[in-house]
């Protein structure tokens, strides 16, 4: 009693500031207990005691949960109660992508009541959220790998669970070969240490003996432990898996799932987009409450979808404009992502407009429709043409079915598949895996850095066809990180193995040093790292093109990015004055007036200071080639040789690495005024060959500058 009157006088003195903490403690409350009852119902909260004693029997362990079984979130939680993180260690999971990587992570830190960064944090290629105190920590597939490199043992960590393997991405199927011997050697190591154990106290007088020496020896064993290998998958088939690891033993969790009615085109849709756009202002119109999830196959198709939706809705009447469009994309910035986890304003409904990320990656509540296009970007090399091309190509019958599961996910839903009922029976039965389809120079050089010298004999959970694996390594040597022998080289091929970059940006890297433009270059790599960085909406094309010319090089696109970027730094050092939330919508004010991407132009900044960070710890020299410009162009020629295409008498291009036939892609700002001889960046297929990113350079510069691969041409 005294209590309570204690409380209600000091009220008396400041009831403002009283009530206002009282309510923010009973909102804290209130959150944990909605937490709390919403992990209770989460299907794994069941099996929890059978699941740990799971782990404690067997080192390796499969686990089948259909997305929103809450295996991603509640595992990690349920191991650390059972005292997996004794002396310091972590308990690691991976995820293909870096948006479920953060997502998660701020999920799991919120139902566990501490900060981010804390005892829940995440690592991503960029950004790192992790502190000494982190117990928990979600990384993407890569980031381990490159963990790898400093501490082969992953010593720190007592369980790695990798996530999403069903999505058999190339870092996950080498990640899972990697962990395979790192749990033997981890095993091995620790009886050989059982044995010496068993061999220095035979009794207790000679550890007595040993005094120091005893006690050192104790300390370094129970620091070893076996490492827990945990495969999660929301596929059903998890006999892969099972068998690559001597039949590790499966256990299954039940998902939610309640019937949903699918729909398909009676005709072939043309054009996908418009037919997406109609749709979601079909059921906003005429569905029920209830969100809609959108699968598009990029950031500029989102983008622009996102844009359409805003426009459409203008014209409709008020009552019927309450609908709110979100995105989520690998790229799009952690704050700007979670916004599709929040609900939509009372009254509204929210349309999500997602890439392939939101069919197991991460799950979003309150979603009833789907529109399933039935399309995915996937990169694709042909190791015989030395070609890789970004393709929008069919999902699989796997992919298909993980999209209508969303929207019956908390009660009976409905799925609209933009493409005729036979269309679904000829999709393949499950994705090709990555590895199978993608250029390995990348992870090639991850290996050879972690000291696997057979590529060939890699215990790979399925094995890259041989002409990919010799292409690979022929691109390597071209590049100069691979020796006459096929080691790796010293100090060039460690050096681009250090950086978290395409092995074809990371000499660009080391070169511009060379150069005197590793600043130009930065920005360069920055740039090329994101998605397009200029947008043309419909409606204003000639207004785009013509703010675009103003930031033009007559030397080429990656010029023209460079100037985009000095543009935006000198926009924001002019207003370092302004508080940080009225500098940001100044910033993305200045983005929409010039048609660039905001999203993307945040993004390559973010990179732009990591990579600068990384260069400078290599000891690589940061010097600008100023109006120089000749030598950006020979670097970019010295670097960029095996993307090198010259003008045919039509006014196509020939790729002279192998012969195909290729186009400027219209937002190039050679399109119209083309040069005799160019470097590009990417490939993409689409209706044709285009080419991305060119810069205009000297036909003899390549036979001077890549001898190694125009003088043996020749």
């Known amino acids: 009693m005294a209590q309570g009157q204690g409380r209600l006088n000091s009220s008396t003195k400041s009831p403002k500031g009283n009530l206002s903490d009282g309510n923010r403690k009973l909102d804290a409350f209130s959150k944990r207990q909605t937490l709390a009852q919403h992990r209770k119902s989460l299907p794994i909260a069941s099996v929890d005691k059978r699941l740990v004693e799971e782990v404690q029997k067997h080192d390796t362990l499969i686990i089948v949960g259909e997305t929103g079984s809450g295996k991603t979130t509640q595992l990690p939680q349920f191991l650390y109660n059972a005292g997996f993180c004794g002396d310091g260690k972590l308990i690691g999971i991976t995820q293909p992508r870096r948006v479920a990587a953060v997502t998660v992570a701020k999920r799991v830190a919120e139902e566990c009541g501490v900060n981010l960064g804390e005892k829940v944090g995440y690592s991503i290629r960029f950004e790192d959220m992790t502190s000494s105190s982190t117990r928990i920590k979600y990384m993407t597939d890569g980031l381990l790998l490159r963990e790898a490199l400093l501490d082969p043992h992953l010593s720190r960590y007592s369980v790695i669970i990798v996530d999403e393997a069903h999505e058999r991405t190339v870092h996950t199927d080498v990640l899972l070969g990697l962990l395979k011997s790192v749990q033997d050697a981890r095993s091995k190591s620790l009886n050989n240490l059982q044995n010496t154990k068993n061999k220095k106290t035979n009794n207790d007088i000679q550890l007595k003996e040993n005094g120091a020496q005893g006690l050192n020896f104790l300390k370094q ?385 973010d990179i732009h200071s990591q990579i600068r960070r990384n260069v400078e710890q290599m000891g690589l020299r940061v010097a600008s080639c100023g109006d120089d410009v000749l030598q950006f162009c020979r670097c970019l020629a010295a670097s960029f040789f095996l993307n090198a295409a010259l003008k045919q008498p039509e006014g196509s291009y020939r790729a002279l690495a192998n012969g195909e036939i290729v186009s400027i892609h219209p937002s190039s700002v050679f399109f119209k005024n083309k040069p005799e001889c160019l470097i590009f960046n990417e490939l993409v297929e689409t209706n044709r060959k285009y080419i991305r990113n060119t810069t205009k350079i000297d036909y003899l510069w390549l036979t001077e500058l890549a001898p190694q691969f125009y003088a043996v041409q020749n």
Not at 315 to 323: A, Y
Not at 395 to 422: H, T, V
Not at 545 to 562: I, M, Q
């Open 221 to 605: 064993y129970q620091g070893r432990t076996p490492l827990k290998l945990i495969i999660m998958s929301a596929s059903l088939d998890a006999r892969i898996f099972s068998e690559y690891f001597s039949g590790a033993r499966a256990v299954h969790i039940q998902g939610r799932q309640f019937p949903v009615d699918i729909f398909y085109t009676l005709h072939v849709e043309n054009d996908y987009l418009d037919a997406s756009l109609a749709t979601i202002f079909q059921i906003h119109l005429e569905e029920g409450p209830g969100d809609i999830l959108v699968f598009l196959t990029g950031q500029e198709e989102i983008e622009s979808v996102e844009r359409l939706v805003k426009e459409r809705l203008k014209q409709l009447p008020e009552n019927s404009k309450k609908l709110v469009a979100v995105s989520i994309f690998s790229s799009l910035p952690s704050e700007q992502q979670m916004r599709v986890f929040a609900p939509a304003p009372p009254g509204f409904r929210k349309v999500i407009l997602a890439t392939n990320i939101a069919e197991t990656s991460v799950t979003i509540s309150g979603i009833k429709y789907v529109i399933d296009p039935g399309l995915v970007k996937a990169r694709y090399y042909d190791p015989n043409k030395g070609l890789e091309s970004l393709v929008v190509v069919p999902i699989s019958k796997a992919q298909a079915l993980q999209r209508s599961g969303r929207a019956g996910r908390e009660g009976p839903g409905k799925c609209f598949r933009l493409y005729q009922e036979d269309q679904f029976g000829k999709f393949e039965d499950s994705t090709k895996p990555e590895i199978k389809r993608c250029n390995l120079s990348n992870i090639i050089l991850q290996l050879k850095a972690l000291g696997v010298d057979d590529i060939s004999g890699f215990d790979f959970i399925e094995k890259p066809t041989r002409s990919a694996i010799v292409k690979s390594l022929e691109q390597l040597f071209l590049l100069g990180a691979l020796t006459d022998d096929c080691k790796l080289s010293n100090p060039v091929g460690r050096q681009m193995a250090c950086l978290p970059l395409d092995p074809i940006y990371s000499k660009a890297l080391i070169l511009a040093s060379e150069f005197n433009c590793l600043e130009e270059m930065l920005i360069t790599v920055a740039m090329l790292s994101v998605e397009s960085i200029f947008y043309s909406p419909r409606d204003k094309k000639e207004e785009s093109r013509t703010t675009k010319k103003s930031f033009a090089s007559p030397e080429g696109d990656h010029l023209t990015l460079v100037n985009v970027y000095r543009a935006s730094n000198e926009f924001l050092e002019k207003r370092s004055g302004l508080s940080k939330e009225k500098r940001e919508k100044a910033f993305r004010k200045w983005c929409k007036e010039n048609f660039i991407d905001s999203r993307s132009l945040r993004h390559a900044r």
